[in-house]
């Protein structure tokens, strides 16, 4: 899954929110599908400049991802790098696009996760606030705060 850090988590909400608020959503469109409203987010680049990259090579966001070259020079693959420098892997963005990822969807309400459908963009807005939280669920699991109690010294200090 991806990595536990801040700017993962914000980018998930980021795109989540942009799609709960109605942003153009189109599950066959490269850059207005799943995916591309993820690297919309991490890249700052506008649906039609990805789905323009990805038509430099052929097949979906899953076919890009098998096909990624990272020395390839193709600006498909330069998303893709962006993704992946964020802290997403390939196999994170494959579950995405069709809302796979079993961690992810056991954490979903039975009655929606049967239900779920990977063209639909509420059950992505879901899955992606999903998602966001199991990240944020973990990396607040690896935070210690140190013990409250007052030490000995403190409180001889105070008196």
Known sequence: MAQ???????????????????APYQWGHMGSCN???LAQTVTKLTKAEIH???MQRYGDWERQLLDYCPTSGLPIDETIDEMLALGFSRADLTHLERLSDPAIRATIPFERRNALRHNQRDDVVLYLRTWAGLL???LLATIELPSLVPTADLVTAQL
Do not use: F, K, N, W
């Not at 700017?7 to 998930?12: F, M, S, T």
């Open 52 to 54: 323009t990259r990805a």
């Open 35 to 37: 995916c591309g409203h």
């Open 4 to 22: 536990r850090t801040l700017p993962v988590i914000q980018a998930l909400r980021d795109t989540a929110q942009r799609l709960a608020t109605q």
């Open 136 to 138: 944020e669920g973990e």
